[in-house]
């Protein structure tokens, strides 16, 4: 049975999404997918900042900045991401998958080098993060049980 177009790219949920691994090139800035940007931010009129919804359900607001050299525009998280990653422990070769919810909101989760969710234990981050009531998350981001290793 062929897999139907429109859900390419979706979480089960239909919301697109997207995968990446931390390289150290990408600790000060991460870019995003040019073929999520042009199916799915292309038409955003905020496209200058986006919130993330760390894996320990904190907001983090990240300028998204474009970098137009060589023919087509690289779209990237940067000012705030540096701090993004150090706040969410996230080391040089994780696994990080970003949800787009809409609106410039990602919700992101992290896996280690062994390809499981990060354990987090105690709440590690620190300062920049906006802790969200919990009715606002639950109006935002549906939570839903992700599975572990």
């Not at 200058?48 to 894996?55: D, G, K």
């Not at 802790?131 to 049980?145: F, S």
């Amino acid at each position: 049975m062929a897999a139907d177009s429109s859900n390419r790219g979706k979480a089960p949920g239909g919301k697109p999404q997207f995968l990446k691994v931390l390289f150290k090139e990408f600790m000060e800035k991460m870019p995003i997918p040019a073929k999520f940007t042009r199916g799915h931010l292309a038409a955003e009129p905020g496209l200058r900042r986006a919130t993330l919804v760390s894996p320990l359900k904190k907001f983090w607001h990240v300028d998204v900045v474009r970098d137009g050299h060589g023919g087509e525009e690289d779209v990237y998280f940067a000012g705030g991401w540096a701090e993004f990653v150090r706040a969410n422990g996230l080391e040089e070769k994780s696994f990080l998958v970003f949800r787009y919810e809409g609106n410039m909101v990602f919700t992101v989760k992290a896996f280690d080098t062994s390809g499981c969710i990060k354990d987090y234990g105690d709440d590690i981050a620190g300062g920049g993060a906006s802790t969200v009531a919990a009715a606002t998350l639950e109006r935002t981001v549906p939570r839903k049980r992700w599975y572990e290793c």
